[in-house]
């Protein structure tokens, strides 16, 4: 079977920086998505590891290690409107599909 | 350009009803998956499919439930007889083409709140 695992909610003040994990366990690996959706809204793309190591866009950063079934995000200079669920997810060997975590949600705090 | 598109946005159907529940990719995109989603818990996948072929169906109900996406016009999500425990969020994604080694980025619609009364 396929699962991921990430803590259920982080809450971190304005200026911070906070790490959601992530770990899974998966038949065939294709990488490691990350995904933000407020308020129960359209889920939106925030960044995507295939490959070991740290990837970076502006305020977001995202790590994986395969060796170890793991990954995490990083947020950092936290802004009130990042408040949000944040959800990893595997694309596995069998195409497009995606599976997600249950997702952390992110309470900021001023 | 537009992004994904789903209607309704709400819909309300009695037990036992029938709820058809469409997506538009965006523009340019030709593959097509479902997810749903209960309240305070991550999207699961349902189905993926292609214009005109379904690629998976793993995640999809064996009885009630089935989709398509004609080679015209919008991918359908249909629930036959639906019940309560129907009553959730359904999310169309599309994506340009084949997944690539490179990226798995898919693009989400508002999704649709079904609830059953």
Redo the contacts between chains.
Sequence with gaps: GQSLEQPSEVTAVEGAIVQINCTYQTSGFYGLSWYQQHDGGAPTFLSYNALDGLEETGRFSSFLSRSDSYGYLLLQELQMKDSASYFCAVGGNQGGKLIFGQGTELSVKP | NA??MQNPRHLVRRRGQEARLRCSPMKGHS?V?W?R?LPE?????MV?LQKENI??E??MPKERFSAEFPKEGPSILRIQQVVRGDSA?Y?CAS?PGE?R???????????TRLTVT
């Design positions: 992004g994904v593959h998956y997810y989603q818990e991550g999207l699961k996948f993926y690629i998976d793993s995640g969020a999310f994506s997944p080694a490179g990226s798995y980025e898919q693009y989400f619609g508002p999704g």
